[in-house]
């Protein structure tokens, strides 16, 4: 069975730094693309970051762009999203996702990690 278990979420201050880990487990995403994607308070779902096996990176919106970073590490089938200088708009669960082995949809997603950013 395919899982992806994320971690890492929490309260922070804004102006913090939080590091999500999302661990997946049941088959091999090492040639997947990966991702993560938020939804806050009476919003829509919104794509955050990308990241092909390759290790090419794309980014949402232009507000995480320059504080967010996504990685990678193919040998524990885990993606990362570092989010530094958080801000109150950063609040929202954050779900981790992995596309399907022709890259044509996000197939796979976790449960989500809840992020809250304090002012």
């Known amino acids: 069975q395919v899982q992806l278990v994320e971690s890492g979420g929490g309260l922070v201050q804004a102006g913090g730094s939080l590091r999500l880990s999302c661990a997946a487990s049941?088959?091999?995403?090492?040639?997947?693309?990966m991702g993560w994607f938020r939804q806050g308070p009476g919003k829509e779902r919104e794509f955050v970051a990308s990241?092909?096996?390759?290790?090419?990176?794309?980014y949402g919106a232009d507000s995480v762009k320059g504080r967010f970073t996504i990685s990678r590490n193919n040998g524990l089938n885990t993606v990362y999203l570092q989010m530094n200088s958080l801000k109150p708009e950063d609040t929202a669960v954050y779900y981790c996702?992995?596309?399907?082995?022709?890259?044509?949809?996000?197939?796979?997603w976790g449960q989500g990690t809840q992020v809250t950013v304090s002012s």
């Open positions: 996702a992995a596309k399907s082995s022709d890259g044509h949809r996000w197939e796979y």
């Open positions: 049941g088959r091999s995403f090492n040639r997947n693309g």
């Open positions: 990241i092909y096996w390759t290790g090419a990176s794309a």
